[in-house]
């Protein structure tokens, strides 16, 4: 008998994050999935196909809000009412701060990346970036940002749920993926890519 541990299986309701959001994406809160979906392809449909602009549809969403809490404003001071129940409309410090540390760290990495290509001439790295960078024009010729964003969100409550439920047999063909995606790319590192340091080194020579 072999000894052959079986691979442990990754909760993936606690890689969400294990609160409401993993519950709405795995679909085990099906109310929120619900209201989530209809209310993308309600937004996309109105957006795609009724000609309804985003601009003027936020401009009018909030022309309605403020004309509905000016309107009940001055009839609750004219009837002895209650004023709108409107929470504390300000951002707190500790909120802006976790914000500002969230974008320093995105930013810190994005400069990091622009430092390696261009001073350091990393080759290999601006080679990535630019097919990822190619790939994702690509992609976006093909689609405008809100069908984008709506793929994005059909795909967030879909592939999660379905990962979920199938992960032994998606895990096994990664891993075959994985590891032809890596022998490819061996034999691109080895003709081509290791090269590209040599070329670089008599380019600083003779500057």
């Avoid at 294990?18 to 619900?34: F, N, P, Q, S, T």
């Avoid at 022998?183 to 691109?188: E, L």
Wanted: charged share 15%.
């Amino acid at each position: 008998m072999g000894d052959s541990v079986p691979t442990s299986r990754i909760s993936v309701h606690q890689a969400l994050g294990g609160g409401l959001a993993a519950d709405v994406l795995l679909w085990r809160k099906w109310c929120g999935g619900v209201v989530i979906l209809a209310s993308a392809t309600a937004f996309w449909c109105l957006f795609e196909f009724a000609g309804y602009s985003i601009v003027s549809f936020v401009a009018n969403v909030l022309l309605l809000l403020v004309v509905i809490l000016f309107s009940w404003a001055k009839s609750a001071s004219l009837l002895n009412r209650p004023l709108p129940p409107l929470p504390n409309l300000e951002i707190s410090e500790r909120s802006a701060v976790k914000i500002a540390k969230e974008l320093q760290v995105w930013v810190n990495y994005a400069l990091s990346i622009a430092h390696d290509i261009t001073l350091d001439r990393n080759f290999k790295l601006f080679l990535k970036i630019a097919v990822v960078l190619w790939f994702v024009s690509y992609i976006g010729s093909f689609f405008n940002f809100l069908t984008f964003v709506y793929i994005g969100i059909v795909l967030s409550l879909s592939v999660p749920m379905l990962y979920d439920k199938y992960q032994h047999h998606i895990d096994e063909k990664l891993s075959v993926t994985h590891k032809t995606m890596q022998a490819k790319y061996r034999k691109i590192d080895e003709t081509v890519l290791r090269k590209l340091p040599s070329l670089s080194n008599k380019v600083k020579k003779m500057q």
